[in-house]
């Protein structure tokens, strides 16, 4: 079973649309984060949500909204899609929202925007 | 906030050789030092990790240590294997999130 598991593994879309990834983890861990991995591989935190709970958002652009509907889901919606946007987005949970212990990551989406 | 620094960012390394990479980091609160490997295409996966009461942790090829006094930790590898080729990634986590580094590309050369 996979622990922390993203869907869609790839998107290909055009600037202005919408769209949304989501991740569900089955490891009963109680936080979730968003990082977006640019071309140069530098993994950047977007969001964490902690029970359903936003407790850290980034200088993120209002375009993207995270929404969790319960602590198992973290999804990520996307407005008005931009070029530099393309990126992989990963998902990864945690056991401890106190100090981030035992990050465990999902496979990732990488978002192409054309 | 946080801000960890990763160097070098690429390394080449003969096999059977060691490799070293570097990191410092700001926060004096931080107290948990874990390091990712990944692979091309996969996702970031946890090698080994350090907390601050700690000095020096070791697992079999892989070796951390940490200089809670002066901000670094490092991680070594030895008697590196081809399949160590990849992205390697510091970690420092404060609280409630862990902030990376900008990663080291390490090549292993035949």
């Known amino acids: 079973d996979t622990a922390v598991s993203q869907t869609p593994k790839y998107l290909v879309t055009q600037m202005g649309n919408d769209k949304s990834i989501k991740c569900e983890q089955n490891l009963g861990h109680d936080t979730m984060y968003w990082y977006k991995q640019d071309s140069k591989k530098f993994l950047k935190i977007m969001f964490s949500?902690?029970?359903?709970?936003?407790?850290i958002n980034e200088t993120v652009p209002n375009r993207f909204s995270p929404k969790s509907p319960d602590k198992a889901h973290l999804n990520l919606h996307i407005n008005s899609l931009e070029l530099g946007d393309s990126a992989v987005y990963f998902c990864?949970?945690?056991?401890?929202?106190?100090?981030?212990?035992?990050?465990?990551f999902g496979s990732g989406t990488r978002l192409t925007v054309v | 906030g946080e801000n960890v620094e990763q160097h070098p960012s690429t390394l080449s390394v003969q096999e059977g050789d060691s490799a070293v990479i570097k990191c410092t980091y700001s926060?004096?609160?931080?107290?948990?030092f874990p390091w990712y490997k990944q692979e091309l295409g996969k996702r970031p996966q946890l090698i080994i990790d350090i907390r601050s009461n700690v000095g020096e942790k070791k697992d079999q090829r892989i070796a951390v240590t940490l200089n809670k006094t002066a901000k670094h930790f490092s991680l070594h590898i030895t008697e590196t294997q081809p399949e160590d080729s990849a992205v390697y990634f510091c970690?420092?986590?404060?609280?409630?999130?862990?902030?990376f580094g900008k990663g080291t590309r390490l090549h292993i050369l035949p």
């Open positions: 990864a949970s945690s056991s401890n929202s106190q100090t981030a212990y035992g990050y465990t």
């Open positions: 970690a420092a986590s404060t609280y409630d999130k862990i902030i």
């Open positions: 949500y902690n029970n359903k709970e936003l407790i």
């Open positions: 926060d004096s609160a931080s107290n948990y």
